[in-house]
């Protein structure tokens, strides 16, 4: 099972920005999918989450400005991301709790993390 990043990138502040997060693989079932961030010489916080009955939850920082979403067909979760701040700028993590078939088709649940793509946002 992988969970594969896209979307990140440089941008002004005030821009807008779409993160996407993939997961592939032999997946059965995805639970609560998220977004953390880690900012240079910071730890890594939750941005946002959404369970698998769409309930989302924000980082005091990013509410009114992110939103996230997912589509359950495609197993894919976005974030969509406006009104960007410097202090936005972090490699975005993806994590989703899921379940998977192994390789003797045993169900295996796990949290799984996406790759990271970095978002920069400077003039």
């Known amino acids: 099972v992988q969970l594969q990043a896209s979307g990140g990138g440089l941008v002004q502040p005030g821009g807008s920005l779409r993160l996407s997060c993939a997961a592939s693989?032999?997946?059965?079932?995805?639970?609560?999918m998220g977004w953390y961030r880690q900012a240079p010489g910071k730890q890594r916080e939750l941005a946002a989450s959404i369970t698998s009955s769409d309930i989302t939850n924000y980082v005091d920082s990013v509410k009114g400005r992110f939103t996230i979403s997912r589509d359950s067909a495609k197993k894919t979760v976005y974030l969509q991301m406006d009104s960007l701040k410097p202090e936005d700028t972090a490699v975005y993590y993806c994590?989703?709790?899921?379940?998977?078939?192994?390789?003797?088709?045993?169900?295996?649940?796990?949290?799984?993390w996406g790759q990271g793509t970095q978002l920069t946002v400077s003039s």
């Open positions: 994590n989703a709790d899921l379940g998977y078939f192994d390789y003797a088709s045993n169900p295996v649940m796990v949290i799984s």
């Open positions: 693989g032999s997946v059965f079932v995805i639970y609560s």
